[in-house]
């Protein structure tokens, strides 16, 4: 009988809002909740991105995967694209990503 060892990663969210405000301390000083706010709009799915390449890609985490819903996975692989502005033709993506600046 085989074993398998099940990985209990924390809910990506909660996680990085933190990480944000904490490193945009350490290189600028102060960061007022306003401008946190921004920068967490503005760069959240591209640490998300980063974050889920490094588990599943890298580490080979596979279990990672199960953390997030199929429009969440949806989003995470449009990233990419989004990333290097290509024009979506799906409205939903088009008012999601175009929000982003």
């Known amino acids: ?19 944000i405000k904490e490193v945009k ?17 503005d760069n959240y799915d591209l640490i998300v991105l980063d974050k889920f390449y490094d588990e599943v890609i890298n580490k080979g985490n596979e279990a990672y995967l199960y953390n997030f819903l199929s429009s969440e996975l949806a989003i995470i692989g449009n990233t990419l694209y989004a990333r290097n502005a290509y024009k979506f033709k799906k409205k939903e993506y088009q008012k999601y990503f175009g929000e982003k600046s």
């Open 1 to 19: 009988m085989a074993v398998f060892e099940t990985l209990i990663v924390e809910p990506v969210a909660e996680n990085f809002k933190k990480t």
């Open 25 to 41: 301390e350490q290189e600028g000083g102060t960061v007022s909740e306003e401008n946190n706010v921004q920068v967490n709009d």
